[in-house]
Nanobody, 121 residues
Framework: QVQVVESGGGLVQVGGSLRLSCAPS????????TGWFRRAPGKEREFVAS????????SYGASVRGRFTISKDHAKNTVYLQMNNLKPEDTAVYYC??????????????WGQGTQVTVSS
């Protein structure tokens, strides 16, 4: 079973940027799609973005489209989430997970423990 690990969270001011990283916890051939999700206090988990490892298919949630960019680095076996123009409502724990079908539409498994993103106003 694939297990992924997130990193890169932190505290940033409104309008600032952060980049999150998602990598397998152990060396593995990466054929799975990767999804980013977030959960804010008192809210349901929300889809943020996904990317296929093979091909260029990407998908974004409506609340982040145009501000966040998902990308991948094959050499580093890592998926990134570049978050720009951050807003207080982006404050949440961000998780990445693996879709072993490769399609990016789920179901997702191998969830990381999450990384906190806090946007201060």
């Amino acid at each position: 079973q694939v297990q992924v690990v997130e990193s890169g969270g932190g505290l940033v001011q409104v309008g600032g940027s952060l980049r999150l990283s998602c990598a397998p916890s152990e060396p593995t051939e990466r054929n799975f799609a990767t999804g980013w999700f977030r959960r804010a206090p008192g809210k349901e988990r929300e889809f943020v973005a996904s990317i296929r490892w093979r091909g260029s298919n990407k998908s974004y949630g409506a609340s982040v489209r145009g501000r966040f960019t998902i990308s991948k680095d094959h050499a580093k076996n890592t998926v990134y989430l570049q978050m720009n123009n951050l807003k207080p409502e982006d404050t949440a724990v961000y998780y990445c997970a693996a879709d072993v079908s490769g399609r990016g539409s789920g179901p997702y498994d191998g969830w990381g423990q999450g990384t906190q993103v806090t946007v201060s106003s």
